[in-house]
């Protein structure tokens, strides 16, 4: 059975940064891309970052571009999400998700894995 924890998350000031980290147990990552999605109070889920499984192609939603930097270690099984001068918009909840392929793609319903989701809250 396929499992994907996330850990890292917590509440920062405006300005601070995060580092979300994602654990994939039960499957190899080796052959699969994977991504970060996040879900906003109040708002419908939303693609944050896309890696290809060598780290090859890599892309953003444009509001986190230059300020998030997505990567992984297929070694280990794991991915990151580095998140630097968050702001308020950036709360919410952040998932790591999984395909069982390698076609890059910002849709949801292409990922068949999913972790459970871990808090981020931006306030001053």
């Known amino acids: 059975q396929v499992h994907l924890v996330e850990r890292g998350g917590g509440t920062v000031q405006p300005g601070e940064s995060l580092r979300l980290s994602c654990e994939v147990s039960?499957?190899?990552?080796?052959?699969?891309?994977m991504a970060w999605f996040r879900r906003a109070p109040g708002r419908e889920r939303e693609f944050v970052a896309f890696?290809?499984?060598?780290?090859?192609?890599?892309f953003y939603t444009d509001s986190v571009r230059g300020r998030f930097t997505i990567s992984r270690n297929n070694d280990f099984g794991t991915m990151s999400l580095q998140m630097n001068h968050l702001n308020p918009e950036d709360t919410g909840v952040y998932y790591c998700?999984?395909?069982?392929?390698?076609?890059?793609?910002?849709?949801?319903?292409?990922?068949?894995?999913w972790g459970q989701g871990i808090q981020v809250t931006v306030s001053s």
């Open positions: 998700a999984l395909r069982e392929s390698n076609g890059a793609t910002s849709q949801a319903d292409d990922y068949a894995y």
């Open positions: 039960g499957r190899t990552i080796v052959r699969s891309a």
């Open positions: 890696i290809s499984r060598l780290s090859r192609t890599i």
